[in-house]
């Protein structure tokens, strides 16, 4: 059994699943809180754990640069009150090589991995043939590759600028899609599409995350036959599964 939690800009998911994916309870949603100090992060995953069954393992997705389960940075748990409010320095200072995956291990006392949240997402609908691109839309942007079934170094991809002074997190995110609707909003999915498209030259892209169901009919019609999109559901189901999937 692994307990797998998704952890977002507006609120954190978790839930336990059999090793073919299936959840074994009801998914189990808390709202992200801010400020969000490490200890409390540490303390609302062990809390979320203990309202699901039992575990043997466990992956936890988190916004931002992982490496082999240390923060490198982290985009909206350093701030004030959420995404796009103030950074706070104590907080950064926190976050800013925290080693979440030890942390977590030994509060949840199974054996726990870090990740970043999309390349968790994406171990839940990859085939394992060619070079496989995932692209979540949420809060912002996220991206994972891989190669073969084997997941490629981490690229963070949203924080690069789409132009000046925009990066693909502003350009793309949520707030963006509030403010101009689906329809607008969507042409900017299939932007970022045209413009990821020869920088991978992927075999086949994924567009998953919350938001994907937003895109509009017009839009979907357009993006491509390599473009496949993916429900929010495969960030859970990743968890299982990217145990399985070596890194490359």
């Known amino acids: 059994m692994t307990l797998a939690v998704d952890c977002g800009g507006g609120g954190i998911k978790g839930a336990v699943l059999d090793e073919s994916g299936t959840a074994r309870a009801h998914p189990v949603r808390v709202p992200t809180p801010y400020p969000f100090p490490t200890a409390l992060f540490v303390e609302l995953i062990v809390g979320l754990a203990r309202q699901l069954p039992p575990a043997d393992r466990a992956t936890v997705g988190l916004p931002g640069m992982i490496r082999h389960g240390v923060v490198v940075t982290t985009p909206h748990y350093v701030t004030r009150s959420g995404p796009r409010s103030r950074p706070l320095p104590e907080l950064v200072e926190q976050w800013d090589g925290f080693d979440a995956q030890t942390a977590l291990q030994a509060g949840l006392g199974i054996p726990t991995r870090v990740l970043n949240d999309a390349e968790v997402h994406a171990a839940g609908v990859v085939a394992g043939q060619g070079l496989e691109v995932v692209l979540t839309l949420g809060t912002g942007l996220g991206c994972a590759v891989f190669d073969g079934g084997r997941l490629a170094p981490h690229i963070e ?18 707030h963006e899609r509030r403010r101009l609707g689906d329809a607008l909003w969507s042409r900017r999915v299939a932007r970022i599409i045209d413009l990821l498209r020869p920088v991978f030259v ?9 938001n994907s169901r937003h895109i509009t009919p017009s839009t979907l019609s357009r993006l491509g036959d390599d473009v496949v999109i993916v429900p ?3 960030a859970l189901v990743g968890g299982a599964r990217i145990w399985h999937l070596d890194r490359g």
């Open 157 to 174: 991809m949203s924080r690069a600028p789409v132009k000046a002074g925009v990066s693909y997190d502003t350009y793309i995110g949520e």
């Open 202 to 210: 992927w075999d086949r892209v994924y567009v998953g995350g919350g």
């Open 232 to 234: 929010n559901a495969a």
